[in-house]
């Protein structure tokens, strides 16, 4: 029996880092950079008139030029609940999970410097790719995921350049950093009980900030008659190669010959150097607004190119058997966004939007490390100004439609994800 169970242990190890690969979608990739924008559904490209246009549409900058050296530093906190209802075979009918509480807070900073007329000078910093999930220790889906936490910070030094009164452009570099943490269990049938077990725990994360990538953005803004204002970023895609460590643990199962044989194969209480590489998707966005008087009407269209995610490939160098490639099949997605602002005075102006984004993620993808799906979004935020100073409040409220794998699970997971999420933020930007 114990013979029998050496050849499932091999092919255990070889798949032991396949489950908890990287993976992300509408419900991982950020779009509130700004809390003004977000308050506006994230319609922002048409109008791109404070200094998060840097995200937006940085050539919305060229036309700040008369307001001096424009800072602006934000933070948005995101919370999201999801619950989990099986389905069969497994984890079977009736079998319900939820995730932990998490909170989020993914920061933006930028900056616009003048230089003359009609030049602008431009750093960004912010957070395009991020969140995370938790799960329970002792839930169904431990083996694909119980813990995941993936960022991408970028960072953006750019140029906007005013081509005439009614027409600015802008072009920038995007330097991303990537970080990576993942944790699973690791599970095996026992030949003495016929029944799986929790025979260890895998551990994956970047070790370090050296796992980045370059990519490049591109943006035009053209101030048209009677208030209306149009603009289109291409920001492109940023490959990322990963370095990092996978650290295995392993748990007694109480039969010792067992335990000894898993333990020969899985690399248990080693550090295992592994590397991979993610392409994080090209971004486009058109959009339009409409100024008159007290109000501002704006919209926009924006397509997230996911189809460069179809797989993902983990290898480590010191132990191959483990290396692996894992099919995700992700799409190009498309994303709508409506909003307004009504300025009530010289010091009070308040916004509403709405949104609609598509999952690129198909019902076969959707598993513990992320369940994603379309998602409708109700937003509202107030601006505060006074003198050199102004201060933005935005809320989203982010409903996703529920979604089921409808028996089709790749990681044999199946069963239907409810979710929701909160984000509120504030953006403080000064003037000098």
């Given at each position: 029996?114990?013979?029998?169970?050496?050849?499932?242990?091999?092919?255990?190890?070889?798949?032991?880092?396949?489950?908890?690969?990287l993976?992300?979608?509408?419900?991982?990739?950020?779009?509130?950079?700004?809390?003004?924008?977000?308050?506006?559904g994230?319609?922002?490209?048409?109008l791109?008139?404070?200094?998060?246009?840097?995200?937006?549409?940085?050539?919305?900058?060229?036309?700040?030029?008369?307001?001096?050296?424009?800072v602006?530093?934000?933070?948005?906190?995101?919370?999201?609940?999801?619950?989990?209802?099986?389905?069969?075979?497994?984890?079977?009918d009736?079998?319900?999970?939820?995730?932990?509480?998490?909170?989020?807070?993914?920061?933006?900073?930028y900056v616009?410097?003048?230089?003359?007329?009609r030049?602008?000078?431009?750093?960004?910093?912010?957070?395009?790719?991020?969140?995370g999930?938790?799960?329970?220790?002792?839930?169904?889906?431990?083996?694909?995921?119980?813990?995941?936490?993936l960022?991408?910070?970028?960072?953006?030094?750019?140029?906007?350049?005013?081509v005439?009164?009614?027409?600015?452009?802008?072009?920038?570099?995007?330097?991303?950093?990537?970080?990576?943490?993942?944790?699973?269990?690791i599970?095996?049938?026992?030949?003495y009980?016929?029944?799986?077990?929790?025979?260890?725990?895998v551990?994956?994360?970047?070790?370090?900030?050296?796992?980045?990538?370059?990519?490049?953005?591109a943006?035009?803004?053209?101030?048209?008659?009677?208030?209306?204002?149009?603009g289109?970023?291409?920001?492109?895609?940023?490959?990322?190669?990963?370095?990092?460590?996978?650290?295995?643990?392993?748990?007694?199962?109480?039969?010792?010959?067992?335990?000894?044989?898993?333990?020969?194969?899985?690399?248990?209480?080693?550090?295992?150097?592994?590397?991979?590489?993610?392409?994080?998707?090209?971004?486009?966005?058109?959009g339009?607004?409409?100024?008159?008087?007290?109000?501002?009407?704006?919209?926009?269209?924006?397509?997230?190119?996911?189809?460069?995610?179809?797989?993902?490939?983990?290898?480590?160098?010191?132990?191959?058997?483990l290396?692996?490639?894992?099919?995700?099949?992700?799409?190009?997605?498309?994303?709508?966004?409506l909003?307004?602002?009504?300025r009530?005075?010289?010091?009070?102006?308040?916004?509403?939007?709405?949104?609609?984004?598509?999952?690129?993620?198909?019902?076969?993808?959707?598993?513990?490390?992320?369940?994603?799906?379309?998602?409708?979004?109700?937003?509202?935020?107030?601006?505060?100004?006074?003198?050199?100073m102004?201060?933005d409040?935005?809320?989203?409220?982010?409903?996703?439609?529920?979604?089921?794998?409808?028996?089709?699970?790749l990681s044999?997971?199946?069963?239907?994800?409810?979710?929701?999420?909160?984000?509120?933020?504030?953006?403080?930007?000064?003037?000098?």
């Amino acid at each position: 029996m114990i013979a029998m169970s050496r050849r499932q242990i091999f092919l255990a190890a070889a798949v032991v880092v396949l489950a908890p690969t990287l993976t992300w979608g509408a419900g991982f990739a950020l779009f509130e950079h700004g809390n003004r924008a977000m308050a506006m559904g994230g319609a922002f490209t048409g109008l791109a008139d404070d200094p998060s246009a840097l995200y937006w549409n940085p050539a919305g900058t060229a036309f700040q030029l008369d307001e001096g050296v424009k800072v602006m530093a934000g933070v948005t906190f995101i919370t999201a609940t999801q619950d989990f209802y099986g389905d069969s075979p497994y984890p079977g009918d009736g079998y319900e999970a939820s995730q932990e509480d998490q909170v989020f807070f993914p920061p933006h900073f930028y900056v616009v410097y003048p230089l003359g007329d009609r030049i602008a000078l431009n750093f960004a910093m912010m957070t395009p790719f991020g969140l995370g999930t938790w799960w329970d220790e002792g839930h169904a889906g431990r083996f694909i995921s119980k813990r995941a936490d993936l960022k991408l910070y970028n960072m953006s030094p750019g140029i906007a350049f005013k081509v005439n009164d009614n027409v600015g452009v802008a072009v920038g570099l995007d330097y991303g950093i990537g970080q990576v943490d993942l944790t699973r269990n690791i599970g095996l049938v026992n030949p003495y009980t016929q029944q799986l077990a929790d025979i260890g725990q895998v551990h994956i994360h970047s070790d370090d900030l050296s796992n980045d990538g370059f990519g490049w953005n591109a943006s035009i803004h053209a101030k048209l008659a009677h208030g209306f204002s149009v603009g289109a970023t291409y920001r492109s895609a940023i490959e990322v190669d990963f370095e990092g460590v996978g650290s295995f643990t392993q748990y007694p199962t109480g039969y010792p010959d067992f335990d000894a044989v898993v333990g020969s194969i899985i690399p248990f209480g080693q550090k295992a150097n592994l590397t991979s590489r993610i392409e994080f998707p090209e971004y486009w966005t058109v959009g339009v607004a409409w100024t008159h008087e007290q109000w501002t009407v704006s919209g926009s269209y924006g397509a997230q190119g996911w189809s460069s995610f179809q797989s993902l490939p983990i290898n480590f160098t010191e132990h191959p058997e483990l290396s692996g490639e894992e099919e995700f099949n992700y799409e190009d997605v498309d994303q709508y966004r409506l909003g307004a602002e009504y300025r009530a005075s010289d010091t009070w102006a308040f916004q509403g939007g709405l949104l609609f984004d598509n999952t690129p993620q198909p019902k076969s993808a959707m598993s513990p490390l992320l369940g994603d799906g379309d998602r409708t979004g109700i937003s509202v935020g107030f601006s505060w100004s006074h003198g050199a100073m102004q201060t933005d409040v935005g809320y989203l409220y982010l409903m996703f439609d529920e979604r089921g794998t409808d028996g089709t699970s790749l990681s044999n997971y199946n069963g239907r994800y409810e979710t929701q999420a909160n984000l509120l933020g504030a953006s403080l930007t000064l003037r000098f």
